[in-house]
């Protein structure tokens, strides 16, 4: 629907009652018998917009008279009302309140319960808060928007008290005026109040934040490469500790984080545009994946002990000193993802078609080597097949190969050829360390015998060739090949077009 389709319903009572008739559940006097009947069908149009629009759209042409960070919280109570919220004086203080008697409170609910809307609100409406210019369907300046959203969040005490999880993404591209505002002691002038910003201000403001929040046990922190030396430098000096915080998902060069978290339980490596590579080329010839894990190597042993999940993908690099540093920083892991290619390269003109020979297992083989070594170990993660250097490369890249019959019997080659080497590393692994209750190469989740790794009885055991015993595992396509390459490539429907 739009715009003008608005303007249009506001006129017109037939189109409104033929859009009515499109839509479940919304029944409406027509034609309306008297001005009762009137009133509600134009009241009605709100629910129109909201069942017919995105969210995002809504929040385009109708902003939010409240504070913006609610709605950017994108919580489903606030999603289902927000039409209703937005005709009401005083929401954000109502919201924000922990006060239950608050007048703007009480206000607000019988603004809503009059209109059949439940109240009071959920007790997670604010479990979940971000300061993100970089989803789809949001156009803000990335540091005047962190700046706003972060005003917003401290002046709302039920905000600071209940959220548990904050994801912060910020783009601010690479124009001279971002280059200026992030200066050491240049200031950025924004274009809508005049006011005069530098990055001290966004620092504290987050400092802030993080000391007024009990509950905060989650952060996801992606802010662009360059700028990441300026908070490591004022979160360093204002002596900001996250006391709380359990799990961390950093961007590249954000690695600093961790020594601000002393109760870290849960590490993963995320990714922002355009560092979301994390390769050695990726910023100044230096490799963020190896930043990180020996800031982890940093802290004091009482605390990094305490890590038990890690989830490492630095995507196209994964070298054999990662691993060992990783097994050192981190040798209580209980779950380890990682991903990228073994050595940061494929052999030389291997080709998909070319099959696995013996002796080709010997990279992997050095790299479970050292997995093995972490004795809690119990969940793993391999990168896919592609890059495990057993001999498959994942097939042609160029989806125009997988065109038509042909393409589809190519692409049925490609998958059962990926997942034999799936099943010939998981073999691999598996001889190396028997005790895995989880195993997942690429993407695809292995169904491993949980009798098995009973220490008390082995009867789910196997015996592989190197007279090893090892659980039973089952992949989707185990015992049906042929249907599973079938269902992956099927053939293209009649009159498809390519």
């Known amino acids: 629907m739009k715009f003008q389709d608005l303007l249009v319903l506001s006129l017109s009572l037939t189109t409104t009652h033929a859009l009515f008739g499109k839509l479940k559940g919304v029944h409406f006097p027509f ?39 609610i709605s950017d919280a994108r919580h489903p109570w606030i999603t289902k009302h927000y039409l209703r919220l937005n005709s009401q004086k005083d929401v954000t203080r109502a919201l924000c309140t922990l006060d239950p008697s608050d007048p703007s409170r009480e206000s607000l609910k019988a603004h809503l319960s009059a209109r059949g809307f439940a109240l009071p609100p959920p007790e997670d409406l604010f479990s979940r808060l971000e300061v993100d210019n970089n989803r789809a369907g949001v156009r803000r300046p990335g540091w005047q928007n962190a700046v706003d959203r972060l005003k917003e969040i401290l002046a709302c005490p039920a905000a600071l008290a209940h959220v548990k999880s904050l994801d912060v993404d910020i783009y601010a591209g690479d124009s001279k005026r971002s280059e200026m505002y992030f200066a050491p002691t240049a200031t950025f002038s924004r274009t809508d109040t005049g006011e005069a910003v530098n990055v001290a201000e966004v620092s504290a403001l987050f400092a802030q934040l993080f000391s007024s929040a009990p509950k905060l046990e989650r952060l ?30 950093l961007g590249a060069f954000s690695d600093y984080m961790v020594l601000f978290a002393p109760g870290l339980e849960s590490l993963e490596t995320g990714e922002y545009w355009p560092c979301d590579t994390w390769e050695v080329s990726s910023f100044a010839g230096q490799n963020a994946g190896d930043w990180l894990v020996k800031a982890v190597q940093g802290m004091p042993l009482g605390r990094r002990t305490n890590i038990t999940r890690l989830d490492f993908k630095p995507r196209d690099v994964l070298t054999i000193e990662m691993v060992t540093d990783i097994t050192h920083a981190m040798p209580n892991l209980t779950e380890l993802s990682l991903d990228g290619n073994l050595d940061g390269r494929r052999e030389p003109g291997w080709g998909w078609d070319i099959e696995y020979k013996p002796g080709m297992e010997r990279v992997l083989q050095s790299y479970l080597t050292l997995i093995s070594r972490l004795p809690n170990l119990r969940a793993l993660k391999l990168p896919a097949a592609f890059n495990l250097r057993l001999g498959f490369d994942g097939g042609a890249w160029c989806g125009n190969a997988y065109d038509g019959p042909g393409g589809r019997a190519y692409g049925r080659s490609v998958a059962r050829q990926g997942a034999e080497t799936v099943e010939l590393a998981a073999g691999f692994t598996l001889h190396e360390m028997p005790y895995l209750s989880e195993l997942s190469i690429g993407g695809n989740k292995a169904s491993i015998n949980a ?36 269902e992956v490539w099927p053939e293209p429907e009649p009159g498809m077009v390519y």
């Open 31 to 69: 034609p309306p018998q008297d001005l009762e009947d009137l009133v509600w069908v134009f009241r009605a149009i709100p629910q129109i917009i909201q069942r017919s629009w995105p969210i995002n759209e809504l929040l385009e042409f109708w902003p939010p008279r409240f504070a913006l960070f």
């Open 220 to 249: 996801s922190w992606k802010i662009p490469c360059r700028y990441t030396q300026f908070f490591e430098r004022d979160f360093d000096r204002m002596g900001v500790m996250f006391e709380n915080i359990r799990l961390l998902k």
């Open 451 to 486: 009798t098995a790794l009973d220490s008390k009885c082995r009867t789910g055991l196997t015996t592989n060739d190197g007279g090893v015993k090892v659980p039973e595992v089952r992949w989707p396509w185990t015992g049906r090949m042929e249907q599973w390459t079938w």
